[in-house]
């Protein structure tokens, strides 16, 4: 089993910048993606960014603002977020896709993703 906990979300102004980390217990030879998705309460949950490396995929609504990394030797996901607006506000979460390859279409659903953390909230006030 593989454990996310995820940190760094917190209150901000618009235009301003904060860094999510995802701390996984392990990684296995199956870790295909990992990616960070977002969740307003009564909306579905959204995908922001993933990385299957070497390659990695943004939400249109984040391209140029967010970057997505990972530090294989600390086992950690980071999200980089800047020019933060207020719709980007939501409780963010990061997941591990390990049971099979996952194909490009759905890098961005949470379909092939079978790891959860349980989440940090971001706030962006205008």
């Known amino acids: 089993q593989v454990q996310l906990v995820e940190s760094g979300g917190g209150s901000v102004q618009a235009g301003g910048s904060l860094r999510l980390s995802c701390a996984a217990s392990?990684?296995?030879?199956?870790?295909?993606?990992m990616g960070w998705f977002r969740q307003v309460a009564g909306k579905e949950r959204e995908g922001v960014a993933a990385i299957c490396s070497p390659n990695t995929y943004y939400a249109d609504s984040v391209k140029g603002r967010f970057t997505i990394s990972q530090d294989n030797a600390k086992k950690t996901l980071y999200l980089q977020m800047n020019s933060l607006k207020s719709e980007d506000t939501a409780m963010y979460y990061c997941?591990?896709?390990?049971?099979?390859?996952?194909?490009?279409?759905?890098?961005?659903?949470?379909?092939?993703?079978?790891?959860w953390g349980q989440g940090t909230q971001v706030t962006v006030s205008s």
């Open positions: 997941a591990t896709a390990t049971g099979r390859p996952v194909m490009v279409y759905e890098v961005l659903t949470s379909r092939p993703y079978n790891h």
């Open positions: 392990r990684y296995t030879d199956s870790t295909y993606c």
